[in-house]
C-alpha cells in the first residue's frame, strides 16, 4: 500500500492532507523520514506521524469505564467526549455501542463494528443493561412493584416494560433494563416520587465492567467478551 493511502486510513485525514504532513517531515517508516507518498508499506513495516507509531485499524472493541462529565459524543463544543480518553490516532472511526448520560458513569462500549453494535442497541434484541442507583430520598415500598408492572413515564404513550428491581441499600438498588427510553432510569424513579442522585452502569448483557479499570481507563475486550454479543 502506498504510504499516503496507509496514512489517510490510518489518521482519517484525506489524502491532501497526508501530503502535506509528509511534506513537513513529520511521516517516517521505520524511523527514516519519508516526503514521497508513492512509497510502498509493507506489513511487518512501522509508520510514524509526529513520532507516534499509527496503523490501520481493524475491528475494535472496547470497554471503558466512563467518567461523568464526558459525553458519548466525537465531537462536543461544551464537554469532554469519550473518545479523548482513547490513546489510538483515527478515534473519530469509531462509535459508542448506547450512550451514556453526562453525569452517568460506568461500563461503555466502544468500537467500529457497526453489525456488533446494532446487536446491543437494537429494542428488538433485547439486551439487558444493569444499573447502580443512588438515591435521594429512602426506596419506598412500592418501588420493586411498579417497577415489575412497568411504569407510565411522562410523554409516553405506553408503560416501560417490566424491569428487574433489587433494593439493596435505604437509598440504593440495582436495576436492569433493556429498552434503554431516553433517561429511562432516572425518569422511572421520578415517576416513583424520588429523584436519582448517582447512576452506574455495571453491566451490558452478560459483560460486566472490568473492576480494576479506574474512572476513564479502557481495555480491549477479548474474543469471549466479543462473542457475547
Known amino acids: 500500500m502506498r504510504i499516503d493511502r496507509f496514512l489517510s486510513e490510518a489518521t482519517g485525514m484525506s489524502r491532501k492532507e497526508a501530503t502535506k504532513v509528509m511534506h513537513r517531515g513529520e511521516v517516517a517508516l521505520n524511523g527514516e523520514v519519508v516526503k514521497k507518498g508513492v512509497v510502498q508499506v509493507k506489513e511487518s513495516d512501522a509508520v510514524s506521524w509526529n513520532g507516534r507509531e499509527i496503523e490501520i485499524l481493524g475491528p475494535t472493541y472496547f470497554m471503558m469505564n466512563k467518567p461523568a462529565g464526558c459525553v458519548c459524543a466525537n465531537d462536543d463544543p461544551s464537554h469532554i467526549p469519550v473518545f479523548a480518553y482513547l490513546d489510538i490516532a483515527n478515534p473519530d472511526k469509531l462509535h459508542t455501542a ?16 457497526g453489525q456488533w453494535s446494532h446487536r446491543i442497541t437494537s429494542p428488538k434484541h433485547r439486551c439487558e443493561k444493569t444499573y447502580r442507583v443512588w438515591l ?26 417490566p424491569a428487574q428491581f433489587e433494593q439493596v441499600g435505604e437509598r440504593e438498588a440495582l436495576v436492569t433494563i433493556h429498552e434503554g427510553k431516553y433517561h429511562q432510569v432516572k425518569r422511572m424513579f421520578a ?14 448483557g452478560s459483560l460486566a465492567l472490568d473492576s480494576t479499570l479506574a474512572p476513564g481507563e479502557y481495555r480491549s475486550l477479548t474474543t469471549e467478551e466479543i462473542a457475547l454479543f
Open 136 to 161: 435521594v430520598d429512602p426506596i419506598s415500598e412500592q418501588t420493586a412493584t411498579l417497577f415489575a408492572e412497568g411504569i407510565q413515564l411522562r410523554g409516553e404513550a405506553k408503560l416501560t416494560e
Open 191 to 204: 415517576a416513583c416520587g424520588n429523584k436519582v442522585e448517582a447512576l452506574h452502569r455495571e453491566r451490558v
Open 98 to 113: 448506547g450512550r451514556l448520560d453526562l453525569d452517568t458513569t460506568g461500563l461503555l462500549l466502544i468500537t467500529n463494528d
